[in-house]
Every structure is written in structure tokens, then in C-alpha cells.
């Protein structure tokens, strides 16, 4: 039936978030908080979280412009940034994150510009496999809840 | 959003926990809140610190834990955590993405009784319910009695829906369930003081100050909360009531005095939460001045080290400095000048208080919070907007060991209370001020005529009502609307404890001072002359035209026992807030 097949395929690439480390537990702690209440809990935290960090991408690529880089203005907004990815255990976007602090401790410039590219990159990434996966999702059916993958 | 405050509710607990998230990222908001919906809790949310501290001060009772992020954009989320403790005495968890073990410490340090590391998971949500029955039963323990009742009640109830045992403390229930053993008799006071402890009495300023009376005249070291009852003599009052009053105050003294450590002294005043100690250094007159006998209380100034507390709570009468808090010497801070006028004489009295025992409770097991805030309801001194005292360099109180002399000097009455928000102004004004009002306070004797002088812009509350809320409504409004015109909005003003008469002293408005009835009267000064001269001066106080000063006086006393700063202060801003006035 095409709603097997959406669920399938729902499901592998759900599972692929996983096996490709883009996503950890954390986004499975989300999924368990769905329910019948808010049935499309995930959607709708990823969805925030995507509209909020954008923003603070956004102060990130303004602090960055800045010459002299202020470190700490850069630390509090990855602090910021990385709170909000970590809620919903975007695990690549997260190294990015931590990388990027190290490089603010090291206060080298050259390298948090580096990670920051490349955590757009990650954080872009994710976005446009979310997307999919929601659609997928959507079509599969309300009451689709993936399965646990452990 | 907010959901519909319930009252209490004891017997399902912890089902139904009133809880408040605060956190400015809006996805985190999102996630605990469905997973505090899921532990069955009852969860508000918010974005911003300042909307969280209104929430709480509008509903007194309205929850039972707050979980707050460390950093958010309008005010540090460990000033949050203090406010909340001086305040409303509820246990704080701190959350962050932050896990360095500095920053564990700071929050463990100013009192959150849990630091949670994002992201978080829900069972870690699940047990937050315990700190909420650790301070029940921590409250309990010190009361000889009547509150263990409580909390082996509340045990009862939870024992009674959980068999899981292991969520309550084995030693604590234990040692509750032997108290009980030997207090069967007082079931029935148990009864009668629940519902009275949990009518939260509102430890208004005049109230405080009887209880501060009582303790000083029964000697910090023998006090117990029986003797401190029967002195007071205030019908409603119960042993309950006094008992977790006089803990919190210990808790509350101790704390200033570990956040004054290096100085053992006795802040007496608001101390500074995190700039503190940049400003208190100089401001505390933290040098065992406090350690001097009585006699030496002549020059405490009280240099509110600007935090939000006013630990003026001085109770020990013999000054003695076991706990070596040091009123501040006013000498020794010039920054301190506290100007007030009224509190003086309190102030005065804090310093010859001798804390015993709290004064170097090295850890306060994390009371710290608990006991500034512990009653934070009740203690309208503990509110203490952000109002930073800037004092001069002038010794300003000189309290006389026997408060009986109404130190002349009271003049300095003038408490400085910066507001953040309008510190500028003010401070500007008010350090002219200060210094005036330092000579002239040295050289006045009568207090009157120095508070003449110095004017005194209290403001107390104009309603004396005593929801603690409204006192943090004006403490909130301080901090949000500090305006010059209404310095004396400072959590004086807004006490509403502070009941007895309203005192309000507007800056420049003609102060309803006049309303201090003898209550206030009493209240403030408890042994001295001073009421009385305070009362006078109090009505006086208006009359000061200098804006600039901003005399919390007579509402410091009022507020320093309520006060729980809010200090949003600049930390370099305030040097101290000289608010002895938790005149315990």
C-alpha cells in the first residue's frame, strides 16, 4: 500500500538521521513527547527551532564581521545557538558548535570563521533532510509516530 | 502562558506541582513544557526574567519550583535565582547549556538547589518535586515542632502515593517521624499551624520588627522561636510562624556573611548580588566592626552591599560577632553612607546583634537562597528592588550600642537607592547628598532634625496591604520605572508588610510619611528613642527637597526586612546598599 511505503520510507529516513549521526537522543526524547495532545510535537519544535536559530545565525555572521572579534559576544551567541540545537540533538550541528568555542577559548579568529561556514552548512543540511522527512511524514499519516530506533 | 493558579495542593503531591520555566529560547520553552505537562505538573512559561520575578511576586503562593536558564537576556539568570530566593524562598534549578564547573558552582552557590545540564532529559524533570519537599522538611527541621508536623505530613501524603521510597530521604523521614513520635500532642496544632503556615504570614515590616526585638532582647544565642512568640505577643502569631521566620533569617544572615566572607562582617544591607563583591568589598564595613560590642554600633553604617539583601537583620543585641557581621562601619565604607535615616537606628541594633550561628555557615547547604527568600513572601524586606545605595563616603549611622540615642547621625538615612534605572540621576544627586549628609549626620544629634536634613524618600507602600506581591509589584515597578520622583518606591514602599504605615515617601512628593504610625514606629526602632524620632522624621522626609537623596530610611528598616532586592543593578553601580534594615 503507498501509506506502507510512506512509512517505510518515513521510517529509513528517520533511521538515517540516526546512522548519520545528524540526530541523537535527544530527538528521540522529543518524539516520545508526542501524543495524541500535540500530534505534531516534533514538527512543530523543529520548526521553531529552525526560525530562532536563524536569527542567531544571523547575530553570529554580524559578530563575525567585526574587527576585532569580540570573543565573548561570540561565546554568548553560541551559547545561545547551541542551546537551541541542542534541543532538538542536531549532533552535527553540535560539534560545529563546540569546535567553534574552541576556537573562541583559542581566540583565533581564522578558525571559529571556518567552523562557522561550516556549521551553516551542517545546520543547512539537516534543514533540507527535516523538511523531506516531515513531508513524508505528513503524508503518511497524523498518526504516525516513528519507532524508536533502539 | 499562564495557566490558572491552584492553590496549594498538598495532598497530591507532587502531582500538580506549580511550576515556572523560564527560559529565553522559545524551543527549550516548548520542550519543558510538554514534559513538565507530561510529569503531571502544572507548568508557566516565560521568556523573560523580569516577567518571571513579576509572575512571582503577583502570586505569592502561586508555585512551588522555578526552573530557570542561566543566560538570558535581560537579567542574569543567577540574579533571578537570588531574587527568587531573597523573595519568594522557593527552590530554583538552574538549567544551561553550560556545564563548566565554575558556573555549577555559582548557581549551587546562590542558591539553586539543582543545575541541569541542556539538553535536558525528562526524567531529570521527573524528581524536581523533591527539592520542593527537601525545603518543606528543611523548614521543618529547624522549628521546634510544629513545622516537622508539616513535613512529616506532607511525607505522609507522599509516602502515601509513592511507595518508591527512595524518593524520600530516608534519615529525614525517620528523624520527622521521631519528632513526631514525641510531639504526638501537638497533632493538633499541627492542624491549626498548617493552615496557618500555609496562609504564608506575611512578615510585614512592623511584624519583623517585633521579631527582631524579641530576639535581641532574649539574646540571638538563646532564641528559640517559643521565647521570640511570647515576647512578640502577637495573637495570630504561631510558634510555626516564628520558628521558619527565625530560620530564614539565620539563613538569610549567613548567607551575607559567607558573601561577605573576606570580611566578616556583618552587612548589614543589601548585598550585591553578583557585583557585590566588587562594590561591597569597600562597602561592607565588613570588618568585624560588628564583632565590637554593642558599643561599637555607633558608627555602623550600614552598607548595604548592595544585593538585594538587606540583612539588616541584626538580632543578635550583643552585637556579638560570633557571627562577625559587621555593621557596617560606616567609617570604613565611605561609600556606604547609608542614608538612612530611619533605618539607622534599626541598623544600628543589627549591628549589635551577634549572630550566632549563621554567620559562618560556610555552605549554607544551598540555604542561602532559601533563606533570603525563604519567606520571601513574608518578608517584604527581602524585596528590594534594585535599588543601590550609594553612599558616600561617610559613615553615616552611627548607631549607638543602645539604640537608645537615636544616632544623630541618622541623617545619612538617606539611603541611597539607586535604582538601576535611574541611578544616574539619582546617583548624582544623591552623592552630593550623601556627603552632606554625612557631616551632617555626624554633627546632628537628633535624629529629627536630621532627617530634616535629609530627605528622606521612602516609599513605603501607600497600602500597607500585605500581599507580599503588591510589595513586589512595587519592587517591581522600582526596578522598571525608577524615576527620581519616586525613589521612594523602593521595595520600602512596596512592602507591603510594611503595613503599618504606609509610609510613603516620594521623592520630592510630600511623603505620606506621616502615615508611620506607631507601628512603624515600633517597629523600626525598636528600643530607641528612635521611633519616635522617626516617626518624626519620617514625616519629615518629604520635606527634603534634594532629589537627589533617596532615603529609604524608615522604609529600609521596613525594607531591609522585606527586601529582596532586585537588584538589577549595575554591578558597578552600586557601591552598597546600606539597608540594615533586615531587622530581624
Not at chain 2, 511576586?57 to 543567577?78: A, H, L, Q, T, W
Not at chain 2, 539553586?112 to 518535586?129: G, T
Not at chain 2, 521596613?558 to 532586592?565: I, K
Request: glycine share 6%; net charge negative.
Amino acid at each position: 500500500m503507498e501509506r506502507n511505503q510512506l512509512l517505510r520510507q518515513m521510517n529509513s529516513m528517520r533511521q538515517s538521521f540516526f546512522d548519520q549521526g545528524f540526530l541523537d537522543e535527544q530527538f528521540v526524547q522529543l518524539e516520545e513527547l508526542q501524543d495524541e495532545a500535540n500530534p505534531n510535537f516534533v514538527e512543530e519544535v523543529v520548526t521553531l527551532c529552525y526560525r530562532d536559530s536563524y536569527r542567531l545565525i544571523l547575530n553570529l555572521e554580524q559578530a563575525l564581521q567585526k574587527s576585532p572579534l569580540d570573543f565573548n559576544q561570540l561565546d554568548r551567541y553560541m551559547q545561545q545557538f547551541m542551546g537551541s540545537s541542542s534541543s532538538i540533538g542536531a549532533k552535527k550541528v553540535n560539534a560545529q558548535c563546540t569546535l567553534f568555542r574552541e576556537y573562541i577559548k583559542a581566540g583565533s579568529g581564522e578558525g571559529c570563521l571556518r567552523t562557522f561556514h561550516q556549521l551553516k552548512k551542517e545546520h543547512t543540511t539537516l534543514e533540507k533532510k527535516f523538511e523531506a522527512y516531515f513531508q513524508i511524514k505528513r503524508q503518511a499519516g497524523p498518526s504516525q509516530i516513528a519507532s524508536r530506533p533502539k | 502562558m499562564e495557566n490558572g493558579f491552584s492553590s496549594p495542593r498538598s495532598d497530591a503531591f507532587p502531582i500538580g506541582l506549580r511550576v515556572l520555566v523560564v527560559d529565553d529560547d522559545p524551543t527549550w520553552l516548548k520542550i519543558l513544557e510538554k514534559m513538565l505537562k507530561k510529569c503531571s505538573y502544572e507548568v508557566t512559561t516565560c521568556c523573560l526574567a523580569r516577567e518571571a520575578l513579576s509572575l512571582l511576586r503577583e502570586r505569592k503562593d502561586g508555585y512551588d519550583i522555578v526552573i530557570s536558564d542561566v543566560n538570558m537576556p535581560d537579567m542574569d539568570g543567577f540574579k533571578l535565582l537570588e531574587h527568587v530566593g531573597l523573595e519568594m524562598d522557593l527552590p530554583v534549578i538552574m538549567m544551561s547549556v553550560d556545564g563548566e564547573t565554575s558556573r555549577v558552582m555559582k548557581g549551587v552557590q546562590h542558591g539553586a538547589c539543582d543545575y541541569l545540564l541542556k539538553p535536558i532529559r525528562m526524567k531529570e524533570l521527573r524528581n524536581i518535586w523533591q527539592h520542593v519537599l527537601r525545603k518543606k522538611i528543611q523548614e521543618g527541621r529547624d522549628i521546634e515542632g510544629h513545622d516537622v508536623i508539616e513535613g512529616i505530613h506532607i511525607l505522609r501524603n507522599v509516602a502515601d502515593r509513592y511507595d518508591d521510597s527512595q524518593f524520600l530521604r530516608g534519615e529525614e523521614l525517620f528523624s520527622v517521624r521521631k519528632r513526631k513520635d514525641i510531639d504526638k500532642h501537638e497533632d493538633k496544632d499541627f492542624c491549626d499551624t498548617s493552615s496557618a503556615k500555609k496562609a504564608r504570614v506575611v512578615w510585614s515590616v512592623d511584624l519583623h520588627q517585633k521579631f527582631v526585638k524579641a530576639v535581641n532582647q532574649i539574646g540571638f544565642d538563646k532564641v528559640g522561636p517559643k521565647k521570640i512568640l511570647d515576647l512578640m505577643n502577637v495573637p495570630w502569631l504561631t510558634r510555626e510562624n516564628v520558628a521558619s521566620h527565625l530560620q530564614k533569617y539565620r539563613l538569610y544572615l549567613s548567607r551575607l556573611q559567607k558573601e561577605n566572607d573576606p570580611k566578616a562582617c556583618f552587612v548589614v544591607g543589601m548585598k550585591h548580588k553578583d557585583p557585590c563583591s566588587k562594590d561591597g568589598d569597600g562597602n561592607f564595613g565588613l570588618h568585624s566592626s560588628l564583632a565590637v560590642p554593642q558599643n561599637d554600633v555607633t558608627n555602623s553604617s550600614f552598607s548595604f552591599s548592595g544585593d538585594n539583601f538587606l540583612l539588616q537583620n541584626v538580632d543578635s543585641i550583643g552585637c556579638e560577632v560570633d557571627r562577625k557581621r559587621v555593621v557596617q562601619e560606616h567609617t570604613s565604607e565611605p561609600k556606604r553612607a547609608a542614608g538612612r535615616s530611619v533605618p539607622e537606628p534599626i541598623k544600628a541594633r543589627c549591628t549589635q546583634m551577634k549572630f550566632n550561628n549563621t554567620i559562618h555557615p560556610v555552605e549554607p547547604e544551598g540555604k542561602f537562597p532559601a533563606f533570603d527568600p525563604s519567606n520571601r513572601s513574608c518578608y517584604p524586606w527581602v524585596e528590594a528592588p534594585e535599588i543601590k545605595f550609594k553612599q558616600e563616603s561617610k559613615p553615616i549611622v552611627h548607631l549607638e550600642g543602645d539604640f537608645n540615642q537615636f544616632p544623630p547621625t541618622v541623617p545619612p538615612h538617606q539611603v541611597q537607592m539607586d535604582q538601576l534605572q535611574s541611578i544616574s540621576s539619582i546617583s548624582s544627586g544623591r552623592s552630593a547628598t550623601e556627603k552632606d549628609i554625612a557631616s551632617s549626620i555626624e554633627s546632628k544629634p537628633p535624629y529629627s532634625e536630621n532627617c530634616s536634613q535629609q530627605r528622606v524618600h521612602l516609599n513605603l507602600p501607600k497600602t500597607p496591604t500585605d500581599s507580599f506581591a503588591g510589595k513586589a509589584k512595587s519592587f517591581n515597578e522600582m526596578n522598571d520605572h525608577f524615576d527620581p520622583n519616586s525613589t521612594t518606591t523602593t521595595p520600602l514602599g512596596k512592602n507591603q508588610n510594611f503595613n503599618p504605615s504606609c509610609i510613603s515617601t516620594d521623592l520630592g512628593s510630600g511623603l505620606p510619611f506621616a502615615t508611620i504610625d506607631e507601628d512603624l514606629q515600633g517597629f523600626l526602632l525598636q528600643d530607641c528613642c528612635y521611633p519616635k524620632n522617626l516617626e518624626h522624621q519620617i514625616i519629615e522626609f518629604p520635606d527634603y527637597g534634594d532629589p537627589g537623596i533617596f532615603t529609604e530610611v524608615p522604609t529600609h528598616l521596613h525594607d531591609a526586612m522585606r527586601f529582596g532586592y532586585d537588584y538589577s543593578y549595575d554591578p558597578t553601580e552600586y557601591p552598597v546598599i546600606d539597608e540594615g534594615l533586615f531587622i530581624a
